[in-house]
């Protein structure tokens, strides 16, 4: 089973930028990989997707032309550059293998990891 450790998150005020990183426990050169975040009380969101080649990418309305996805090709580690941060954007962030189909979870993941904390104050 795959599992993911995300790191990078922090406390930034509005405007600033952060850098996450997500690292597989295992080999996941082959999947494509996504981001997606969570605040308090609400559900789950889709932040940004990219193919397992890294050719494809693909964001959310609320974070396109402020954060750029990305993946390294040595390790099998994923990466997610925040800039122009919002307060809107303060929630947990995970990543998780998707579908680029629907840039969805694959439904059989169910190894979500503790996600990394980005707080962003106004």
């Known amino acids: 089973q795959v599992h993911m450790v995300e790191s990078g998150g922090g406390l930034v005020q509005a405007g600033g930028s952060l850098r996450l990183s997500c690292a597989a426990s295992?080999?996941?050169?082959?999947?494509?990989m996504g981001w997606f975040r969570q605040a308090p009380g609400k559900e789950r969101d889709f932040v940004a997707g990219i193919s397992w080649s890294g050719g494809s990418t693909y964001y959310a309305d609320s974070v396109k032309g402020r954060f750029t996805i990305s993946r390294g090709v040595v390790k099998n580690t994923v990466y997610l550059q925040m800039n122009s941060l919002k307060p809107e954007d303060t929630a947990l962030y995970y990543c998780?293998?998707?579908?680029?189909?629907?840039?969805?979870?694959?439904?059989?993941?169910?190894?979500w990891g503790q996600g990394t904390q980005v707080t962003v104050s106004s």
């Open positions: 998780a293998p998707v579908d680029v189909g629907s840039w969805s979870p694959i439904r059989s993941f169910r190894s």
């Open positions: 295992r080999r996941t050169f082959n999947y494509a």
